[in-house]
């Protein structure tokens, strides 16, 4: 398997431009979650699908990001408009949830997003 | 009470020694508790697991040891290698919801 895809894995915009990030899951994965990591704030979660199904938006920081899940091999996650302060970043993970216990979540290789 | 605590933020060991890591937690319905490695550039990977109803998990050099009473779950690696060296994040969740709590990381470097 190829693993979680993520493009593009960098991204350099200018403040006020829209920013969109891609992410294919694992397939057969059933959770797909999205994160951001920064030096400042460490990992944190931004927002989590089952099959394709918003659960938690609680970490997405402002309306200024969106995400969506079409279907169950592709998810975006939508900044419009960028601020410098939204430089980080930022991994898609998968999931398959068996038996209804937690199981691994595969990370992505991450988009370096810099807003200058 | 949602926070898991990690530390210390940054380790060095020699090579050949042993690495500790430690992590605390308040929400005693977590039941969940996986350690991911991160090496610079990449995303986080599982590297071992315990669910509470061990005190210890062993793969290879690398043990968690889970105090339930004390709310406290520490990575050990032995024979530290310089191919350890990366950040390590400890985690918790709670069965049935599949948000991991995340801890801050701790920057381990092996000095060979």
């Known amino acids: 398997d190829a693993g979680v895809i993520q493009s593009p894995r960098h991204e350099v915009t200018e403040m006020g431009q829209e920013v969109t990030l891609r992410c294919k899951p694992i397939?057969?994965?059933?959770?797909l979650f999205w994160y951001r990591q920064t030096m400042m704030r460490g990992l944190e979660l931004l927002i989590y699908?089952?099959?394709?199904?918003?659960?938690?938006d609680s970490g997405m920081p402002e309306d200024r990001f969106s995400a969506k899940m079409p279907n169950a091999s592709f998810s975006t996650l939508k900044i419009q408009p960028s601020e410098p302060r939204d430089s980080a970043v930022y991994f898609c993970?998968?999931?398959?949830?068996?038996?209804?216990?937690?199981?691994?979540?595969?990370f992505g290789p991450g988009t370096r997003l810099l807003v200058l | 009470q949602q926070q898991v605590k990690q530390s210390p933020q940054s380790l060095i060991v020699q090579k050949g020694g042993i690495s500790i890591i430690n992590c605390a937690y308040e929400?005693?319905?977590?039941?969940?508790f996986p350690w991911y490695q991160q090496f610079p550039g990449k995303g986080p990977a599982l590297l071992i697991a315990?669910?509470?109803d061990v005190s210890e998990k062993k793969e290879g050099r690398f043990t968690i040891s889970f105090n339930k009473s004390a709310k406290q779950f520490s990575l050990h690696i032995m024979d530290s290698q310089p191919g350890d060296s990366a950040t390590y994040f400890c985690?918790?969740?709670?069965?049935?919801?599949?948000?991991?709590?995340w801890g801050a990381g701790t920057k381990l470097i092996i000095k060979p």
């Open positions: 993970a998968s999931s398959l949830i068996r038996g209804g216990n937690q199981e691994t979540q595969y």
């Open positions: 397939s057969g994965h059933d959770y």
């Open positions: 699908f089952n099959n394709n199904v918003p659960i938690d």
């Open positions: 929400n005693t319905a977590f039941d969940y």
């Open positions: 315990i669910r509470p």
């Open positions: 985690a918790a969740s709670i069965w049935s919801n599949y948000q991991l709590i």
